[in-house]
């Protein structure tokens, strides 16, 4: 059973939800996510940000078939990942939406990675990041699946949808993270820039099991 702490648009709101569901297990096939607290998860989208042919959503709705990140998605986490681990929160921000900047700022940002790092540091004293690890995901087939299963309360228009990464800051070896604190970013066109709408982050540490 896990538990999910969601931070709503309004700051001063929490909710604790249970959860029984793994967001985006397809990417995990080797790895368990021991613990994931989500302290962050709000979405921003400004109107009209649509580039994409309507045939493109069309062929998935209609086939089923998943549609992979962008490679300009995958850029953009390594990018917000290289940010997170020199704890360039200002440098992390550049990359949201205009609604996002807006509902989450560089504090709120740093005090939640902090947060997080601080209980690695009391089960690990010797915790240090020094790893940034990038995982692409395959985009949800609709909102519905992007809510349940890769945890974005409010989708943004299914036609502006780019990417869906996962990025771990933490302590590891060769690009491969063993425990750190993790961001999952959905990332939409804005405005023909790619820009992420929904940032969650949490605890993740490796295990052997399936």
């Known amino acids: ?7 709503n648009a309004s700051p001063s709101r929490l909710e604790v939800r249970r959860s029984d569901r793994v967001p985006w297990a397809s990417a995990l096939r080797k790895r368990r996510l021991l613990l994931w607290t989500v302290l962050v998860g709000i979405v921003g989208l400004a109107s009209g940000c649509t580039d994409t042919p309507a045939t493109a959503t069309t062929t ?32 992390a921000r550049t990359y949201f939406t205009k609604s996002l900047q807006d509902k989450l700022s560089s504090k ?21 990041p020094t790893v940034v690890q990038v995982k692409a995901n395959q985009l949800p087939l609709d909102p519905a699946e992007a809510k349940a299963d890769y945890g974005v ?5 299914q036609d502006s949808w780019r ?19 993790s961001a999952k970013l959905f990332i939409v066109d804005e405005g023909g820039k790619e820009k992420i709408a929904d940032v969650q982050l949490g605890l993740f540490s490796w295990s052997s099991g399936q």
Request: cysteine-free; charged content about 25%.
């Open 108 to 128: 709120q940002l740093s005090a939640t990675y902090e947060k997080l790092a601080g209980q690695l540091v009391e089960i690990t004293p010797s915790y240090k």
């Open 153 to 157: 309360s409010d989708p943004p228009k």
């Open 1 to 7: 059973m896990k538990f999910r702490l969601q931070l």
């Open 60 to 91: 998935v709705a209609a086939t089923g078939m998943r549609l992979d990140s962008s490679s300009e998605s995958h850029d953009i986490a390594q990018s917000f990942g290289d940010d997170m681990l020199k704890g360039d929160w200002a440098g």
């Open 163 to 181: 990417g869906a990464e996962t990025v771990t800051v933490g302590q590891g070896y060769d690009h491969e993270v063993d425990q750190g604190v």
